[in-house]
Structures are given as structure tokens and as C-alpha cells.
């Protein structure tokens, strides 16, 4: 459905954005391509990097952002992609068939923890990087990871562990990103266990984590994925509030195909939506709170990019004008001020710029809100 409410135009600017400065800037300044790897971050002003260490989360997810930039042309993304692939499949890659959480330097694992959040966006770059390097190549591994996955973290309780060895308080964050990749590996690959792993938590979301009462979603539970409560409320954040609305649009569009979507799916959807929206803005600088009570109070007033992003994600997909562009507003805050292809990560309560790197974590963030949005946009 073409989308007539968004006003293309404002798409398109992020997209040149990313393809003008964000994504040449960081192949020329995010990849030790002597090393074989990609860096942490990017300082404002010296633009080195200073990080002692290498993690799994930002190998995998800047495979799937230079996978993206592929998509478009951008010249050296596809290397980029295959040193990506590289790393996951070398260094990363533990003889159970998960994959280590932290490396040196040199690429040598120095903490053996799977953490499921991490190996989420393992599958999320496979899916990804299969429009650049074959379907075919990348289904086998997806397929393996997906059962790793089923096997090894899978909590006698429902849902699953945030890691192994476990980790308390089970988190739902783990699970919206394993949502994501499933989709995404669905997408890319067709095979039906990559949706019934989708459709399962969603199902969890809805039934268990959803807290129908408050119209939220806790961040943090026991065992049992009860919430954790202080005086009788629990903490959230409004970001992945519009994260996971972003997830189960895109879940419902896929499910309307293969099976009915209970009514009670979109009504979480939109409780979310609209507990974020009341509650997680903030009236004075129209950005998106880092956190929030489920009474509403502010926990956390500060801003941080990505929350912004995934604002800009569900208006995107909503084909709301006015949501889009505020929360195009709110992004580009982060954006101004700096060398273009960077960006503020944090402000602090009073919307001061708190001074840090750009971390390489975020530009998936970016990637997937900018060219989302872009798409969604132009109708295609």
C-alpha cells in the first residue's frame, strides 16, 4: 500500500544521509580491515577508537548494516559484509556451535558467555547479508543457529534464558530481538520454523509480558517472568515500547497470510503505542525518554539515539504524517552539531549534549530506521 501521509521527501533525506556519510564514513573509519574486524566506536573529534576489546553484538550487527549499504551500491559495503560473515564464522564461532560474547584485539574470545540478545543479531546478520552473498550459503547456518537457539536457551518457564550460563532477572529485550531476527530469517529464507519461532513470542508477548492492567511492558522479571515491581510499579522503557510495536505490525502483516492474528495482539500493539506516546515524550524537548515507571513517573529523563529511532520506525509503518515528523524532529537533534555520519549519543535531562564516541552499535539503529522509513515513505 503506498503510503500517501508521509511526505517522501523527508524519507529520502535520511536515506542520503546514510548513503552520503554514514555508511562511507564508518567502512573508512569503523573497519580494522587489516585485523579483520570492526570497532567500537568512533570519538567526536579524534575519530579513533579507543575500545580495549571487541564484542559479537557490534560484529553482528554492522554486518547487517553494511549489508543494507550493499543493497544501495555503497562501494566497499559488500567487503565489509564478507569480513562480517568472516568474523561470525571464525573467531566468534565456539565448538558447541554458539558464539563467544567478548574478544581482544586480536580476535581471540575472552569471554565464553552466549548471550542470547547477541546471538539474536547473529541470525538478524545471516538474514541480511543473504541478499548480498546468496540465500543458498546462509540458510544452512541459519538453520543451525536457530536450533542452537531452541536447544540451549530454551527456560522450562516459558520464553527463554538471557544467557548460558542463566542470568538473573530475565529480561524481555532478548526476546524482541529474537523476534526480529526471526522475522528477518523468514524473510530472507522462507522456511516455516522461522515463523513458528515468530509467531511463539509474540504469543509470549501478548500472554506473558504484556502487562494488559498497566498497558506496558516491564523490562525486567523473576523466574516465573513475573515482573519485578518497587512499591507496586515496574520500570520500562518507552524505546523498546515502540520497538516491539514496530515487530508486531510486521508480524501481523506476515501472520494475516498463513493464519489468523488474535484481536488481543493488536490490542497490545496499540497499548504500547499509546503508554509510549502519554508517557515516554517529553513535553519540553519532544525526544524520547530513556525510562519510565508504569505509573507514568519518569525514571530515566534523559535521551538516548536509539529510543528516537524506533519512534520514527513505527510512524513509518503507521502512515502517520504528523508522528513521522515529529519523531523525525526529535532524531535529528542527535544528528546536528557534529561530523556528518556521526551523532550525539546521549543528552542528559536538561538536553545538554553528554559527551561520548558515536558507538557502532547505534548505526544499526539508524540503518534500520532511515531506510525503513525511507521505503515506507515511497510506497515500495
Known amino acids: 500500500m503506498a503510503m500517501r501521509s508521509v511526505n517522501p521527501r523527508k524519507g529520502q533525506a535520511g536515506l542520503h544521509w546514510l548513503k552520503d556519510h554514514a555508511w562511507p564514513l564508518w567502512l573508512e573509519l569503523g573497519v580494522d580491515w587489516e585485523r579483520r574486524a570492526f570497532l567500537e566506536h568512533i570519538d567526536l573529534e579524534t575519530l579513533d577508537c579507543r575500545a580495549t576489546f571487541r564484542r559479537l553484538r557490534v560484529a553482528a550487527r554492522q554486518t547487517y548494516v553494511f549489508a543494507k549499504a550493499a543493497t544501495y551500491g555503497v562501494p566497499r559495503a559488500a567487503e565489509a559484509v564478507a569480513l562480517g560473515l568472516e568474523f561470525l564464522s571464525g573467531p566468534a564461532r565456539l565448538a558447541d556451535g554458539g558464539y563467544a560474547w567478548r574478544f581482544d584485539l586480536d580476535n581471540g574470545p575472552i569471554d565464553m558467555t552466549r548471550d542470547l540478545y547477541d546471538h539474536a543479531f547473529v541470525l538478524l546478520a545471516f538474514a541480511s547479508a543473504a541478499e548480498v552473498v546468496g540465500r543458498d550459503r546462509l540458510r544452512p547456518q541459519a538453520l543451525t543457529l536457530h536450533r542452537y537457539i531452541a536447544e540451549n536457551f530454551r527456560h522450562p518457564q516459558g520464553g527463554y534464558e538471557n544467557s548460558v550460563p542463566p542470568a538473573l532477572p530475565r529480561q524481555q529485550n532478548p526476546h524482541m530481538h529474537l523476534l526480529e531476527a526471526l522475522l528477518a530469517a523468514h524473510e530472507a529464507f522462507g522456511d516455516a520454523a522461522f515463523f513458528d519461532g515468530a509467531a511463539e513470542l509474540a504469543e509470549l508477548l501478548v500472554r506473558r509480558l504484556f502487562q494488559a492492567r ?49 484481536p488481543e495482539l493488536a490490542a497490545a500493539s496499540d497499548a504500547l503505542h499509546k503508554f509510549a506516546d502519554r508517557h515516554g515524550v517529553s513535553p519540553a524537548f519532544g525526544l524520547v525518554m530513556n525510562g519510565t515507571w508504569s505509573d507514568g513517573a519518569i525514571e530515566d529523563g534523559g535521551f538516548r539515539l536509539w529510543p528516537q529511532t524506533e519512534r520514527l520506525k513505527v510512524a513509518a509503518r503507521r502512515e502517520d504524517s504528523e508522528r513521522f515528523t515529529a519523531a523525525l524532529h526529535a532524531l535529528e537533534r542527535h544528528l546536528v552539531g557534529v561530523r556528518p555520519g556521526l551523532w550525539i549519543e546521549r543528552f542528559d535531562v536538561a538536553g545538554q549534549a553528554v559527551p561520548g564516541p558515536a558507538p557502532a552499535t547505534s548505526l544499526y539503529h539508524l540503518t534500520a530506521a532511515l531506510t525503513d522509513g525511507a521505503v515506507m515513505a515511497l510506497g515500495t
Open 214 to 262: 498497566e498497558g506496558a511492558l516491564p523490562e525486567c522479571f523473576d523466574e516465573a517472568l513475573t515482573p519485578r515491581r518497587e512499591a507496586g510499579r515496574f520500570r520500562l522503557e518507552p524505546g523498546h515500547h515502540y520497538e516491539w510495536v514496530w515487530l508486531l505490525d510486521r508480524y501481523a502483516a506476515a501472520a494475516a497470510i498463513r493464519r489468523a492474528v488474535a
